[in-house]
């Protein structure tokens, strides 16, 4: 194997005076292998740790005994002026992707490691990173996102913020919506101002309200941050939303199923009415027939199976189905466990119309308690926990990707007792009843029954599974995201493209009030080592400050004219340099500036009492108050 040596000493800026925080990276790569186990050494003054994933904690004693050479070990040691000695170990594994395939997208922390054609000539080098955002995102990996107003040392316990999730939006638990990623741009969980006691999300931007209502929302002229909210009328009690560009579904809980059209190709909302010919439906599904275009499937209370085209409804029975209990995509699962499913894909000179096509029973499968589908990889789980696959496998990148249909199922032996079980672009992970997340790649002309399966996390709770990114919620409700970081999908800060094949933490979803009244933001709160950031141009101007930025310089400036009650007051921020300037005198901050999504940030708490305001955290809502007199 060779080895990969990386040595960051941070600057003095990012910890205490008295100390020194040193970041040690050994890397054992595998050249055959696409995951890299890597070794971090640190000592910093900030004494609450986040640790990543397979992790086990001591305090005050020995670290736990290292099973395997590829474990990691993180070693933490307070300043020698704390009031007593406080020692901190954890071993856990990360997995970076910065050793893989050359035309693949990696982690910007990639660089923190040498590339392929670099291994092939040298086992180590010695790399010094210098720009700040790589030292925010290893300490938003290792240590997590600190509470604004939590120091060093301090230990506190928070009730899970989040009460509902998917990948790209959340709902707290006060009923706040919240969204990231996508063309909206966030690079971290934002607010849609407004809109409140919301319960769930649904495709296509739509949101249900806990008094049933269906909302849609829509970023207003283009401005990030700002919404438009409009109320669907006639829906009550919506369970599920299937929504294209210019046709959408809705399904209520009384089984009634609403066909809707755009009304307005500026506000992306759909004018629906009642669908003729079903009724009675318990659970709605889409999948792709190529080249026969989107297909709907309904599912009736009376077992029965029904379908129509996406953009031309009219609803035809699948005939031959009885006894079904679930639908997904294109696989039916029946009451006596078996599974059928509609091809997804025909050669021109075969297609049959989607009305006389029937579906297949899928052979040589035990009976199953479950099935998932993402139109292309089927799973299944049967009744021991034993975890099953069909479908197709995937080679190749970009034009060249290749699709391999598998028909006959196989069991893939290297997870047990699995309660859940979910497909992406190009790998399957299955979540075990010990609340443990494994992943498997699919990659290959085919899928076999010994394909390796990695710890991704423990103590996981749940997750919501996308192409391309996915969100898992841990048992102390924090949410982890991984893979491809496109538009901010992983909620991390970060807006330059990168793939992560490890759940990083996201940040938390954290309102700003002032005077009582929540702040708007384009882009919400980051927090970096305990630290809150908000982009310039959000509060501080209702604070009394009149904000100048010189793009040229990258300077920005903050003033307040003097008051009766107050002293002038002059903020200079340069964003080239680094450095902090109160009424011209340096001041060393705990983090580095930075900017994202096309937003400069600047420390909330410095700036708003140097303008005389009061900053509180109150930690259970996940809420900045701010009260200016």
């Not at 990969?4 to 050249?31: D, E, M, V």
């Not at 070794?39 to 609450?48: D, G, M, T």
């Not at 934002?190 to 269906?214: C, I, M, N, P, W």
């Not at 699709?403 to 007792?417: C, I, K, N, Y």
Request: proline fraction near 5%.
């Amino acid at each position: 194997m060779n080895a990969t040596q990386t040595t960051y000493a941070a600057p003095r800026s990012g910890c205490s005076p008295r100390t020194n925080a040193k970041f040690h990276i050994k890397s054992l790569r595998q050249p055959s292998k696409r995951r890299t186990n890597v070794k971090f050494h640190i000592k910093s003054p900030a004494v609450r740790l986040f640790p990543s994933n397979e992790c086990e904690i001591s305090h005050k004693k020995p670290p736990p005994a290292v099973e395997t050479p590829n474990e990691c070990e993180i070693s933490h040691e307070t300043p020698r002026t704390a009031p007593h000695k406080h020692r901190m170990n954890v071993n856990f594994r990360i997995k970076y992707s910065a050793l893989c395939h050359s035309s693949r997208t990696f982690l910007p922390l990639a660089r923190l490691l040498t590339s392929n054609s670099e291994q092939k000539n040298r086992s180590t080098k010695e790399i010094v990173m210098k720009k700040a955002y790589a030292i925010a995102l290893l300490s938003g990996m290792l240590l997590g996102s600190l509470p604004p107003s939590v120091s060093a040392g301090a230990e506190t316990t928070s009730p899970p913020l989040v009460a509902a999730y998917g990948t790209s939006w959340l709902v707290k638990s006060d009923g706040t919506f919240w969204v990231w990623g996508g063309f909206q741009q966030q690079t971290v969980p934002t607010q849609v101002q407004g809109l409140h006691d919301a319960e769930q999300a649904f495709d296509g931007q739509y949101v249900r309200t806990k008094d049933g209502s269906l909302w849609h929302w829509a970023q207003q002229g283009g401005s990030p941050g700002s919404f438009k909210l409009e109320r669907i009328e006639g829906i009550a009690d919506p369970v599920n939303v299937i929504a294209g560009y210019n046709e959408g579904y809705v399904l209520d809980k009384e089984g009634r199923v609403y066909y809707g059209v755009r009304d307005d190709a500026s506000s992306g909302a759909f004018e629906f009415s009642l669908l003729e010919g079903i009724s009675d439906v318990e659970e709605m599904t889409v999948y792709y027939n190529y080249p026969n275009g989107s297909l709907v499937v309904f599912l009736k209370n009376d077992g029965s199976v029904w379908r129509t085209a996406f953009a031309s409804p009219s609803v035809e029975q699948a005939a031959e189905i009885q006894d079904a209990v679930r639908v997904d995509a294109e696989l039916v699962y029946l009451k006596n466990g078996s599974v059928r499913e509609w091809k997804t894909e025909y050669d021109s000179s075969d297609m049959p119309n989607w009305r006389s096509e029937l579906s297949q029973q899928v052979g040589e499968l035990p009976s199953l308690k479950s099935v998932e589908s993402n139109g292309s990889a089927n799973l299944g789980i049967d009744g021991q926990g034993r975890l099953w696959f069909w479908g197709k496998s995937v080679t190749g990148f970009s034009d060249g990707t290749e699709r391999h249909e598998q028909e006959a199922p196989v069991r893939l032996t290297g997870v047990d007792s699995v309660k859940a079980a979910y497909a992406m672009d190009r790998s399957i992970v299955a979540l075990t009843e010990e609340g443990k997340l494994y992943e498997a790649s699919i990659e290959g002309e085919t899928m076999k029954a010994d394909a390796k399966f990695v710890l991704l996390a423990k103590d996981v709770a749940g997750l919501s599974a996308g192409s391309k990114s996915s969100v898992l919620q841990k048992s102390d409700g924090s949410l982890w995201a991984w893979g491809l970081n496109k538009y901010g999908t992983l909620g991390t800060g970060e807006d330059k493209q990168f793939t992560s094949e490890a759940p990083i933490p996201m940040q938390a979803p954290i309102e700003v009030v002032l005077n009582g009244e929540s702040v708007q933001l384009n882009n919400g709160v980051v927090t970096r080592n305990g630290q809150a950031f908000v982009p310039l141009r959000s509060i501080f101007e209702r604070l009394g400050a009149k904000i100048a930025w010189d793009g040229t310089s990258k300077i920005a400036t903050l003033e307040r004219a003097a008051s009766e009650q107050n002293a002038a007051v002059s903020v200079q921020l340069n964003f080239l340099d680094g450095t902090t300037r109160l009424n011209g005198t340096t001041v060393e901050l705990p983090n580095g500036l930075f900017s994202s999504a096309g937003s400069s940030y600047l420390p909330l708490r410095f700036i708003s009492e140097s303008l005389g305001a009061k900053v509180d955290w109150i930690q259970q809502e996940g809420k900045i108050a701010i009260t200016m007199p």
